[in-house]
Nanobody, 125 residues
Framework: VQLAESGGGSVQSGGSLKLSCAAS????????MGWYRQAPGKTREGVAV???????AYRDSVKGRFTISRDTSKTTAYLQMTNLKPEDTAMYYC????????????????????RGQGTQVSVSS
């Protein structure tokens, strides 16, 4: 499985960006897809995950601002980000793999089997 992110950029606080993740490979329809991020000097943190049935999960700090979605072929995932804040500044990565058990699947986004190269999101105040 290969993943390629796009859509990052620089915006002012309160702005919006939409990230895309194009996936290719086998078994994609069965996999969860997710987004995680890593800011300089910080550890990776899960942001959101979407299951093959469309169920979504988010970390608390992005709930109501970020929306994860998936196209009908389930080979492209999106992360719509609105009301961006400076603390959202990070490299954002797409991931895909076997869905974790439980509700808080967003936490495991960095640990899914397949990961992309990342796209930078910078938010200025």
């Amino acid at each position: 499985v290969q993943l390629a992110e796009s859509g990052g950029g620089s915006v002012q606080s309160g702005g919006s960006l939409k990230l895309s993740c194009a996936a290719s490979g086998d078994n994609l329809q069965r996999y969860c897809m997710g987004w995680y991020r890593q800011a300089p000097g910080k550890t990776r943190e899960g942001v959101a995950v979407i299951r093959s049935d469309g169920t979504t999960a988010y970390r608390d700090s992005v709930k109501g601002r970020f929306t994860i979605s998936r196209d009908t072929s389930k080979t492209t995932a999106y992360l719509q980000m609105t009301n961006l804040k400076p603390e959202d500044t990070a490299m954002y990565y797409c991931s895909a793999g076997t869905c974790p058990r439980g509700r808080e699947t967003w936490f495991y986004a960095p640990d899914l089997e397949y990961r992309g190269q990342g796209t930078q999101v910078s938010v200025s105040s």
